[in-house]
């Protein structure tokens, strides 16, 4: 079956920098869209990033354009998360998602409906 497994969080001061990692099995990683969604207490799930499974078509969204990149290791089934200037507002549960069906423009791709796929999440805490 399909496992995404999250992991790179941790608690740190603002300004700091982090990786997110996250491993794909059982699936065909080269052929699925990829993305990071995050969750606080009480909101919805909110797209952070995804990218196409060429790793040339990447997506941020607007508040974390500039300091967060997406990419993609076919070979190694794993997708990342770099995140820079982390600021407070950014703590959340960092969740991988992945989906096979091709999601044609960015407001599909952007959308949590659209994603089979999801891992249990990496906590990540940004201090003041």
């Known amino acids: 079956q399909v496992q995404l497994v999250e992991s790179g969080g941790g608690l740190l001061q603002a300004g700091g920098s982090l990786r997110l990692s996250c491993a794909a099995s059982?699936?065909?990683?080269?052929?699925?869209?990829m993305a990071w969604f995050r969750q606080t207490p009480g909101k919805e799930r909110e797209f952070v990033a995804a990218i196409r499974w060429t790793g040339h078509s990447t997506y941020h969204t607007d508040s974390v354009k500039d300091r967060f990149t997406i990419s993609r290791d076919n070979a190694k089934n794993t997708v990342y998360l770099q995140m820079n200037s982390l600021k407070p507002e950014d703590t959340a549960v960092y969740y991988c998602?992945?989906?096979?069906?091709?999601?044609?423009?960015?407001?599909?791709?952007?959308?949590?409906?659209?994603?089979?796929?999801w891992g249990q999440g990496t906590q990540v805490t940004v201090s003041s």
């Open positions: 998602a992945a989906e096979k069906s091709f999601l044609l423009g960015e407001r599909p791709i952007r959308n949590k409906d659209n994603y089979n796929y």
């Open positions: 059982g699936l065909t990683f080269s052929s699925y869209t």
